[in-house]
């Protein structure tokens, strides 16, 4: 069974800084190209960062870019998401994602597994 279970979420102000985590099993981590998504209250499920399995490439929102970093350790089965200038808007739920696909994907439907999210709130 295949779980992924992210952490690190909490209340930060403006400007401050989070690292949320998103352990995975039951699945060849090292395979899988991993992305992070957020849901904020009334819109959409939208992307944020993903990254190859292999780790050497990243893209991001353009309104995460720059502030955010996404990192993985194929050793602990672990996707990392570093969060720094955080703003308001970026209060949602963030979830981590594995896509078994041939190409680094932006869309949540190309992506096989879900983790049940975490809570970031930014105050101003």
């Known amino acids: 069974q295949v779980q992924l279970v992210e952490s690190g979420g909490g209340l930060v102000q403006a400007g401050g800084s989070l690292r949320l985590s998103c352990q995975a099993s039951?699945?060849?981590?090292?395979?899988?190209?991993m992305g992070w998504f957020r849901q904020a209250p009334g819109k959409e499920r939208e992307f944020v960062a993903a990254i190859r399995w292999t780790g050497a490439n990243t893209f991001y929102a353009d309104s995460v870019k720059d502030r955010f970093t996404i990192s993985r350790d194929n050793a602990k089965n672990t996707v990392y998401l570093r969060m720094n200038s955080l703003k308001p808007e970026d209060t949602a739920v963030y979830y981590c994602?594995?896509?078994?696909?041939?190409?680094?994907?932006?869309?949540?439907?190309?992506?096989?597994?879900w983790g049940q999210g975490t809570q970031v709130t930014v105050s101003s």
């Open positions: 994602a594995a896509d078994r696909g041939q190409f680094l994907s932006t869309m949540a439907d190309e992506y096989d597994y």
């Open positions: 039951g699945l060849t981590f090292s395979t899988h190209d």
